[in-house]
């Protein structure tokens, strides 16, 4: 068998996970790491005993990437890889236009050189999204309800360490059920700063003034972070003329691990599809697994 | 827009709820009813308003046909659609060889007569199949349990009214949890029948024989029966390095409306795939969905 040779671009908490994912896949080899700074390269290589560039083609031949980057980064980045017959996965994770948008960037680009990029291939979106479309196929009519937490928000996270007078701080997203969230914002305070002037700042931010907010003081950030999170979707709809159709997902994890490994199998998919761009909805589920098809489908079916 | 014609082949629980499921699809339309019955043809065309034929030749243009009887008469049924370039769905729940024997077989006939079938598409085998493998994309390593019920199992229920001394009967699945089930067996007696002479023969039969059964006897089984069913499913595995991922999917449905409605949607899909046989782990789950598709990916991703 020809494994698929895979380079991990980036090193944070998905990075890692993704290199133990490529790691334990039977059809997978590492063939490095892509870094953006010159300075953690060793470090990185001591860690990892695996070649570590700033530049994929110092890997000899590569496969697939695992972007395991900022979102934002991703539309720039992808290309890149693309356009050398590399396939690209991501999780970007901004919903709606921007999404679709690099959906069409990247298409032309795989088209145009024999590559395939899986955009927004994380748990949501991505294994959400497919549970999305599957809960309709058996319910057309009716609401869907994604519940998310309790778990970090990044976002949030990053949005409050920016507020003046905090010195540290974790962002919560709680549910509240049928698809409505609370936030609790755990902030340490720097040095002189005042807890209700920070407090203000925070239920006036953009990120949170729109949400159920509730902000904690705490000595101690660090003592509070868990890397798990969870999601809770729930439909009730319609199958024919049957109504009060019932059905839920719900998933408690490591929030990165789930990530990186939901990767890792949508770039085995993307080896398996036409060049272009794909969501997870339009990859065949079954392109995600390793092993021989027809024993797959004896087990699965 | 150019609707879909769809031919209901059979006119049990399930063919009736996937007529209701086509009138309400925005992109279909119903084409007739196939019965194999001439003594019914009446009763069904006064029933729908639809034309109702004992050969789909006299349905006019048909374009998709979804197979509404039972899965041992779908090998040699389904053929008969697609050599007239009929694409077809079924719900066949034969798991293992009896499935990919049948999967194989509508392959070589699909692709010689330009035609789709999608074969085992109800909820298990079907939707739940899906769940199976996308749970293994998010944790490759670990073990999922299904379970199924309190629901009515069609084939025992069938094998308990062939004992003698079985006037009626009805055979619930009971799910015992980690993939385990029991089965609660409600006998109505034969004139001069002995409860115990025929609960040893039921708990005797080779339908129970390996499952813990409790016979209970009931003086009128009608007032028991309720098509309501359900599944839970459960995953525990490993993502990348983390363990303890869990994931669960569970539903509580009317059972032929949930079947009806997967088989309408798997039969939108069919007309979107390349001539074959597939299986539901095989086609993209965007598919299954009615719309403008960038318009789903906007909504579902």
């Known amino acids: 068998m020809n494994k698929l040779r895979v380079a991990i671009v980036g090193f944070g908490n998905v990075a890692k996970e993704a290199l133990a994912a490529v790691r334990s896949a039977p059809d997978m080899e590492a063939a490095g790491i892509v870094l953006r700074d010159p300075a953690k390269v060793e470090a990185v290589w001591r860690e990892t005993g695996l070649p570590v560039a700033l530049d994929v083609s110092e890997l000899g031949p590569v496969d697939g990437a695992v972007l395991a980057i900022a979102s934002r980064a991703i539309p720039a980045v992808a290309p890149r890889y693309l356009e050398r017959g590399i396939h690209t996965v991501d999780s970007f994770d901004i919903h709606g236009d921007a999404a679709m948008e690099l959906r069409r960037d990247l298409d032309a680009v795989g088209k145009a050189h024999g590559s395939v990029a899986v955009i927004c291939a994380g748990w949501d979106p991505g294994t959400d999204s497919v549970v999305r479309a599957l809960l309709e196929c058996i319910a057309p009519r009716g609401i869907t309800y994604t519940n998310f937490g309790p778990g970090m928000s990044m976002g949030h996270t990053v949005a409050v360490k920016a507020i003046e007078g905090v010195k540290d701080a974790l962002s919560l997203t ?10 609790h914002v755990y902030v340490e305070l720097a040095d002189g700063a005042d807890f209700e002037t920070v407090r203000g700042r925070i239920l006036g931010d953009p990120y949170f003034c729109h949400d159920e907010t509730y902000v904690f ?12 999170h969870g999601v809770h979707m729930e439909r009730k709809g319609v199958s024919a003329c049957s109504h009060n159709q019932r059905m839920e997902f719900s998933m408690t994890v490591m929030n990165p691990a789930a990530t990186a490994q939901v990767m890792v199998s949508a770039l085995r998919a993307a080896a398996r599809q036409e060049p272009g761009c794909y969501t997870m909805l339009e990859i065949p589920p079954l392109d995600y697994l390793s092993g021989e098809r027809e024993a797959l489908l004896h087990r699965l079916t």
Do not use: I, S
């Open 174 to 183: 709680l549910p509240k059920g049928t698809g409505l969230h609370k936030r």
């Open 217 to 228: 003081p705490c000595d101690d950030v660090e003592r509070l972070l868990d890397l798990g």
